[in-house]
């Protein structure tokens, strides 16, 4: 069965920075690429960072030379780092596979505000 389930989400002023993990069920980050997705407030979700197999990146023009998205096969998790962050970055992250399976985790809630 699908799932993910993911932390180290919280308020944080701007400028500041966290780390966000994604613990996936099986060994789904070994098998598929994977991404982090942020839903905000009345957008439409979409892929910030993705990881390839073989290890590629790619990232949101947004969030370019800021985030950081790295996996870890043996231990099935993807983690995002987020640094400097800005108030627009205030959303809901979710990891799922790329293109994403349709069970979702609770997702972490990240709130930039001074």
């Known amino acids: 069965q699908v799932q993910f389930v993911e932390s180290g989400g919280g308020l944080v002023q701007p400028g500041g920075s966290l780390r966000l993990s994604c613990a996936a069920s099986?060994?789904?980050?070994?098998?598929?690429?994977m991404g982090w997705y942020q839903k905000a407030p009345g957008k439409q979700r979409e892929v910030v960072a993705a990881?390839?197999?073989?290890?590629?990146?790619n990232y949101l023009d947004s969030v370019k030379g800021r985030f950081t998205i790295s996996r870890d096969n043996a231990k099935n998790t993807v983690h995002l780092q987020m640094n400097s962050l800005k108030p627009e970055d205030t959303a809901i992250y979710s990891c799922?596979?790329?293109?994403?399976?349709?069970?979702w985790g609770p997702g972490a809630q990240v709130t930039v505000s001074s």
């Open positions: 990881i390839t197999r073989g290890g590629s990146v």
């Open positions: 799922n596979a790329g293109p994403p399976f349709q069970t």
């Open positions: 099986g060994s789904i980050v070994s098998i598929y690429a």
